[in-house]
């Protein structure tokens, strides 16, 4: 399993999966380790696959310092992790709150984007997220599940009023509550490092107006994926999030949930893939 050192000595680890053009890619959660991502419904089948494992989380070291899991204080491990992976431009995927990293190294580092895909992404860096209201919406359709009784009052209550985080609602996360799936949300607790998650939208972390006078520049052609039946983002918030790029698509999976490549793989694999095979603009703007 390889290696490298963060600009403050914290040792980070990556995991390499598939072979091919290499394909950088950034969890969620927030905080949690790269193994939930799998092979990406395949992709592995096109792409090497690097999952870095943020600080704290996975096979990489805790810091010395927690402040530093604050989201935009791991912006340089992620170009770092670049220079030390011989990249000068790379592919950069990243999930759900790791969207809210990427979109900060973009801001930063537009030079080493060639393309850029954000599933089901937290857009908070521009100043917009997901609202209770949005996530209710999204979950309302599933009513004439059997599950749904006793999930959709917590779920409400952890969006109205921040009651505890609850298991019973988290079908709403997926598009079929099935082994599969219960499988995957099993593995969570132990894959996330709580006391990184909570720090990761620390206070200061975001600056949407300078944040969005940087992505305008960027060069790089952008995927914005959404799920069609996912609350966090739905497909028009992943359309307001493609805005803030001068060459964004936007791609809704029909049906899937916040993990789209678990509710239908080949359909996820070959949009992303045929995204990544588009030519991109290997002409980047000056380093700032």
């Known amino acids: 399993m390889p290696s490298f050192s963060a600009p403050d000595g914290t040792r980070l680890a990556y995991h390499l999966r598939g072979t091919g053009e290499p394909l950088a890619v950034l969890p969620g959660g927030p905080m949690r380790a790269s193994a939930y991502l799998g092979d990406l419904g395949g992709l592995t089948a096109d792409r090497q696959l690097a999952l870095l494992d943020l600080r704290g989380t996975g096979n990489s070291a805790v810091p010395a310092d927690p402040a530093t899991y604050r989201c935009d204080r791991m912006v340089e491990d992620v170009e770092v992790w670049r220079a030390h992976m011989g990249l000068d431009h790379m592919d950069l995927l990243a999930h759900s709150a790791g969207a809210a990293l990427a979109l900060l190294y973009a801001a930063r580092h537009p030079h080493r984007i060639r393309r850029l895909v954000l599933i089901t992404p937290n857009p908070s860096p521009l100043g917009m997220r997901a609202t209770p209201e949005d996530r209710l919406a999204a979950a309302l359709p599933r009513a004439d599940e059997p599950w749904f009784a006793r999930a959709y009052p917590a779920f409400r209550a952890w969006l109205a009023d921040g009651a505890d985080f609850d298991d019973v609602f988290l079908p709403f996360f997926y598009r079929r509550w099935d082994d599969t799936a219960r499988a995957h949300a099993d593995a969570e607790p132990e894959q996330t490092n709580d006391e990184a998650g909570e720090r990761y939208f620390a206070e200061g972390a975001f600056a949407p107006d300078a944040t969005r006078t940087a992505l305008a520049a960027l060069t790089a ?57 588009t030519p991109a603009d290997t002409t980047p703007p000056p380093a700032r």
Do not use: E
């Open 221 to 277: 052609p952008v995927l914005v994926y959404a799920g069609g039946a996912d609350g966090g983002p739905r497909p028009g918030l992943a359309r307001r999030t493609a805005r803030a790029f001068p060459h964004a698509q936007v791609t809704v999976q029909p049906g899937a949930g916040h993990y789209p490549w678990l509710d239908d793989p080949r359909w996820f694999r070959d949009r992303v893939a045929a995204f990544l095979d």
